[in-house]
Nanobody
Framework: QVQLVESGGGSVQTGGSLRLSCEWSGRIFRFTHMSWSRQAPGSQRERVATLNNRGIPTYVDSVVGRFTISRDTDKNAVYLQMNNLKPEDTAVYSC????????????WGPGTQVTVSS
């Protein structure tokens, strides 16, 4: 099994930056993608950044040019650098990894709160 834990959330003002970290325990040999998603109160969860197994990132339009997803294979971690934050970025941010082997499954962390004030 794989367990993920996010960190790095907090409160910032508009225009500020945060770097979210997602570290996992357990082995991941093959996966399809790693992603960061967010969910604001009363809204559906939205995937904001994805890194596929070739290392190619994709982003939802609203964060292009502001967010960057990256991975550190030595530390079993994936990051989300968030710059020029806006109040509409306020949400609980969660990471997930869709694992193919050795233990297939779509694993999620509990999430970390990001609050951006105007």
């Amino acid at each position: 099994q794989v367990q993920l834990v996010e960190s790095g959330g907090g409160s910032v003002q508009t225009g500020g930056s945060l770097r979210l970290s997602c570290e996992w325990s357990g082995r991941i040999f093959r996966f399809t993608h790693m992603s960061w998603s967010r969910q604001a109160p009363g809204s559906q969860r939205e995937r904001v950044a994805t890194l596929n197994n070739r290392g190619i990132p994709t982003y939802v339009d609203s964060v292009v040019g502001r967010f960057t997803i990256s991975r550190d294979t030595d530390k079993n971690a994936v990051y989300l650098q968030m710059n020029n934050l806006k109040p509409e970025d306020t949400a609980v941010y969660s990471c997930n990894v869709n694992v193919l082997s050795p233990y297939p499954g779509n694993f999620w962390g509990p999430g970390t709160q990001v609050t951006v004030s105007s």
